[in-house]
């Protein structure tokens, strides 16, 4: 009996312990939104940890996080740079819900004590050739007329050039200008610069971050072979109305932003326009008083809460360039984009952002001829318009399965419509139109990657992206014959498709995989590779884009560009995460890319086909980039060592030759000190190698003219002078009354007027006719002064 009496024990024992194995055992979920505490905007990149474990997670670009914990209760940290650390206790003893607000840090502890937790960092995350800035860290940057800019912030990275001053575009590890993805609240922008590209078209007063991805792409992310630029604007102040703005000499801005319902929806509204054709109207006379140079642009964004499950955001973009010469030259280019995104919580582990939008881009050119007006004679003149419009739509979930797994899996399809261009030639009351056939097509692609972090020192990240190209009808197709490479095809044959017909069909496997390894908490490495498929081609055959570029889809006869990048890549983080630096290399082949024979005719050629080219290229460098976020004195260094090369059968004795923007060596010095808690300074540096040009070598002289000539038919002989610049810029806060702000920023840019050449041409000597003279064209070889006024309430 006994013996049974204490068997019967020990079971009952059993069974009273099998509660607490199952508590011990038991995991559950906490999920949430992370805000700024001031004014209610979702937070990106925001770190959630376990203090002491490896346990942790980052919130999405929505602000999301989930996050997997045994049963019980358990300390959570969030941490950013620049924001109070928050650490709180949970009791699980089920799936919770926490939404927290972080309190920013007061603008001294900002620039100087401040640390967040590294898990935002660089060296954890598993993406490589990854940069992110937010607007704080633009704004220290030296300004270009006292104004912030987008664009210029990103030059300052390593791997990121231009052509040179006004360039109208960025190339991004090799690639033109074209093959990076612009996305504006998710909607592409086709053409992101003001004043013929001396300003991005975003209003620093409406970004809430930005990310450029550079290599090891996520399968979210296609339709371009060289970066993804992502911009995401605020949401709107939901605690209290907020106004901004600034007062500059080329053109002011203002921003409004405040709730609806408190806490619960909020909007902003942000307006920009230039105004430097006002004055100079006083200093212009005959055919030039009438000279009009301006741009505006409206952003603005609402959001609404519906619950705690459901949000949704509809924002908008328009904006506009204006330049004219009178009455005989008017150019007017522009971008529209409108989108409409729905936050769902399915669950305390599945997320769902889903996304329509609108995008279109179109220019018009004008050529008027009044001089003979007055004499009866009939007017003369040529216009000529051209546009480009998306529709798209594109559902991402995003699967939290535990803290070391997470899934991300999404479609998305783009319909474009181009109008490659409209031409009226004006005799009198005569009207000759030449119109290009509209073109049609259909992107769509199915996505899915793994995330896995089994714990501190390993991490990799793999999926693929399976995307589906169809040009559609009404429109013809043109076949041509092979014939001599690097000259103009021959027609042989064409058909017609009705509406919606199928005309061409390509299908893409594009793998995309990312891994890291932590030896220690400060060192790191990383690899990745990347395929990427691109099906929209800009041709342009000068040296930088302009506004009038044409855009065309894959057909037939130009296939879609296909790149391959491999990347590697080590990344340090001091102790105290007062410094970071990365060194990274890489690799990229590309296929199909699109070249010119020689006097190619891209304007209103409906056999433009035959003009065009199949190219291979490649790239390869070393990227070095050091940084220091923590201190009176911040800043980065960045070098890049590359190479870009191009081999087209037909050009340049169909060997390897260099792309245009090639540069062998990109260095930018970017500082910020604070001199006191209302001055800083901050001055930036750099120094390139010149860009490749084509130069005659030889003459020919035929009935008295003077014929210069390429002895060797190679492409990009040559290079400009290398270029260097000198940016300045002061900053002076006033005291605060009540809750007013406002800062005077005086800039400098181009400190010691260096002129830079943006290309060389040749001309006859005036003083000698049997000589030519090389001729250096500097967009910019002054010094620019600038003076802005920015204000906040």
């Known amino acids: 009996m006994k013996k049974k009496a204490s068997m019967y024990m020990s079971v009952l024992c059993l069974l009273l312990e099998i509660p607490s194995i199952y508590a011990q055992q038991a995991r559950y979920t906490v999920s949430g939104y992370v805000r700024d505490k001031k004014n209610g905007e979702t937070l990106i990149g925001i770190s959630i940890g376990k203090p002491g474990t490896s346990i942790g997670t980052v919130t999405n670009q929505y602000g999301f996080y989930s996050l997997t914990l045994p049963a019980g209760d358990q300390e959570l940290q969030f941490s950013y740079i620049g924001y109070n650390t928050f650490k709180t206790t949970v009791h699980l003893q089920q799936h919770a819900k926490l939404d927290v607000s972080l309190e920013p840090a007061s603008s001294q502890l900002n620039e100087v004590t401040v640390k967040g937790s590294s898990a935002e960092k660089s060296i954890n995350s598993l993406n490589t050739s990854v940069n992110r800035l937010d607007i704080q860290q633009m704004k220290k940057l030296p300004t270009f007329l006292g104004e912030v800019d987008v664009l210029r912030a990103i030059q300052t990275l390593p791997g990121v050039q231009t052509v040179g001053d006004g360039a109208s575009g960025f190339n991004v590890r090799g690639g033109n200008s074209d093959e990076n993805l612009i996305l504006l609240d998710e909607a592409p922008v086709y053409n992101a610069t003001h004043m013929l590209g ?67 929806s909020s909007f902003i509204v942000a307006a920009r326009r230039s105004y430097i054709d006002v004055l100079m109207k006083p200093f212009t006379s005959g055919d030039m008083k009438d000279t009009k140079l301006n741009f505006y642009d409206l952003t603005a964004k609402a959001n609404f809460k519906f619950n705690d499950n459901n949000t949704l955001f509809l924002s908008g973009y328009l904006g506009r360039d204006v330049f004219g010469l009178g009455n005989d030259i008017n150019m007017s280019w522009g971008n529209a984009t409108a989108t409409l995104r729905w936050n769902h919580v399915f669950n305390n582990k599945l997320f769902l952002n889903l996304s329509t939008y609108y995008s279109k881009y179109d220019y018009s050119l004008r050529f008027t001829n009044l001089s003979n007006k007055s004499s009866n004679e009939p007017e003369q003149g040529y216009d000529w318009t051209s546009n480009i419009i998306n529709y798209g739509l594109k559902p991402s979930f995003t699967w939290f399965i535990n803290a070391h797994n997470t899934i991300h899996f999404g479609a998305q399809g783009v319909y474009y419509t181009i109008k490659p261009g409209t031409g009226v030639g004006i005799q009198g009351d005569t009207r000759n139109v030449k119109q290009l056939a509209d073109q049609h097509a259909l992107e769509s692609a199915v996505y899915i990657d793994h995330e896995y972090k089994p714990d501190t020192h390993f991490g990799i990240q793999y999926g693929a992206r399976v995307s589906v190209y169809q040009l559609l009808g009404a429109g013809t197709a043109y076949y041509y014959a092979d014939t001599t490479p690097g000259v103009r095809k021959r027609l042989i044959a064409q058909k017609n498709y009705g509406d919606w017909a199928f005309m061409k069909r390509y299908l893409y496997f594009e793998p995309r995989i990312s891994m890291r390894y932590a030896f220690t908490a400060e060192h790191a490495v990383k690899l990745a ?112 060592l590359s190479r870009t090369e191009r081999r087209t059968p037909g050009i340049s004795l169909s060997e390897w030759f260099l792309n245009r923007y090639d540069r062998t060596h990109n260095v930018n010095v970017t500082a910020t000190h604070k001199v006191s808690k209302r001055v800083s300074v901050s001055g930036n540096f750099v120094f390139a190698s010149g860009t490749p040009a084509t130069f005659a070598d030889n003459r020919l002289e035929f009935q008295g003219w003077d014929i210069p000539y390429n002895s060797t038919d190679k492409r990009n002989g040559y290079r400009l002078a290398p270029y260097n610049r000198l940016d300045l810029s002061l900053t002076l806060r006033g005291k605060q009354l009540h809750r007013w702000k406002g800062e005077w920023v005086f800039s400098v840019y181009n400190v010691y007027a260096r002129r830079n050449a943006y290309t060389v041409y040749f001309r006859q000597d005036p003083d000698d006719p049997t000589k030519k003279e090389a001729v250096r064209l500097s967009i910019i070889g002054t010094i620019i002064p600038g003076i802005t006024y920015n204000f906040s309430f």
Do not use: C
């Open 529 to 640: 590779y990347s395929r990427t498929t691109q099906f929209m081609h800009q041709l342009s055959n000068t040296a930088s884009p302009t506004p009038l570029d044409i855009w065309t889809p894959s057909t037939n006869n130009i296939q879609p560009m296909v790149a391959d990048q491999y990347t590697a890549g080590y990344f340090y983080n001091a102790p105290n995460d007062k410094y970071e630096f990365s060194a990274e290399v890489f690799y990229k082949w590309i296929d199909h890319q699109v070249d010119y024979i020689d006097n190619a005719n891209l304007q209103l050629n409906p056999q433009i086909e035959a003009d065009l080219l199949p190219s291979k290229g490649r790239a390869y460098g070393l990227e070095l980039f050091a940084k220091k976020d923590i201190g009176n004195t911040t800043g980065w260094i960045s070098y890049t």
């Open 198 to 264: 001396f300003f991005s078209v975003f209003n620093p007063d409406a970004v809430k971050s930005l990310d450029l991805i550079k290599g090891g792409f996520p399968a979210a992310y296609g339709g371009r072979t060289s970066s993804v630029l992502d911009i995401r604007m605020k949401d709107g102040n939901n605690q209290q109305f907020n106004m901004n703005g600034g007062i500059g000499n080329i053109f002011s801005r203002l921003s409004v932003e405040a709730p609806i319902v408190k806490d619960k």
